[in-house]
T-cell receptor
Framework: AQKVTQAQTEISVVEKEDVTLDCVYE???????LFWYKQPPSGELVFLIR??????QNEISGRYSWNFQKSTSSFNFTITASQVVDSAVYFC??????????FGTGTRLKVLA | DGGITQSPKYLFRKEGQNVTLSCEQN?????MYWYRQDPGQGLRLIYY???????QKGDIAEGYSVSREKKESFPLTVTSAQKNPTAFYLC???????????FGSGTRLTVV
């Protein structure tokens, strides 16, 4: 069965600290996609990254980086030098071949000035 | 600019009433989805459609109905059979490759 677990319900950090958001997934498929979305207070989910199951390369985009490890079924997201604008709810999601997404319960990140 | 438009942003419903949430996209995407978001529960799939005139139930379809008469439009009706409809509803679409959903800005439905 598919499942996505985001064990951290809420994280608070002080601006400029680094923070890692955890995501653990379960799937029986060998072909799947993993995503991270950001939900600011406005409500709309904003796409951050997609990773397919055959590409275990880590990715860095500015202050954001993602660590995908199939051995531990994890797809963790790190924000370096956090800023107040990073405050949001972050969702991890899993998609198999049906293209239906299974979302985690989200992690609320609060960055304090 | 291409995107998804959901309306209204806020909606109030009396118990026993049906209400329809609008979702329109101009991205030429084939697939469209409706999700419900409750606090602490993430997003749960209500209905989805991969082609015009066809749609499938998601994980929590009871008390909801949809139609897909046009590629651009995928309205969701919350019927009186939905016991706890107060929630945030998100519509999404996706193109032919699974590069990720594009989401609308959501409709917050409250039963009064």
């Amino acid at each position: 069965a598919q499942k996505v677990t985001q064990a951290q319900t809420e994280i608070s950090v002080v601006e400029k600290e680094d923070v890692t958001l955890d995501c653990v997934y379960e799937t029986r498929d060998t072909t799947y996609y993993l995503f991270w979305y950001k939900q600011p207070p406005s409500g709309e989910l904003v796409f951050l990254i997609r990773r397919n199951s055959f590409d275990e390369q880590n990715e860095i985009s500015g202050r954001y980086s993602w660590n995908f490890q199939k051995s531990t079924s994890s797809f963790n997201f790190t924000i370096t030098a956090s800023q107040v604008v990073d405050s949001a709810v972050y969702f991890c999601a899993l998609s198999e071949r049906t293209y239906k997404y299974i979302f985690g319960t989200g992690t609320r990140l609060k960055v304090l000035a | 600019d291409g995107g998804i438009t959901q309306s209204p942003k806020y909606l109030f419903r009396k118990e026993g009433q049906n209400v329809t949430l609008s979702c329109e996209q101009n991205l030429n995407h084939d697939a469209m989805y409706w999700y419900r978001q409750d606090p602490g529960q993430g997003l749960r799939l209500i209905y989805y459609s991969q082609i015009v005139n066809d749609f499938q139930k998601g994980d929590i379809a009871e008390g909801y109905s949809v139609s897909r008469e046009k590629k651009e439009s995928f309205p969701l009706t919350v019927t009186s059979a939905q016991k706890n409809p107060t929630a945030f509803y998100l519509c999404a679409s996706m193109g032919q490759s699974n590069y990720g959903y594009t989401f609308g800005s959501g409709t917050r439905l409250t039963v009064v």
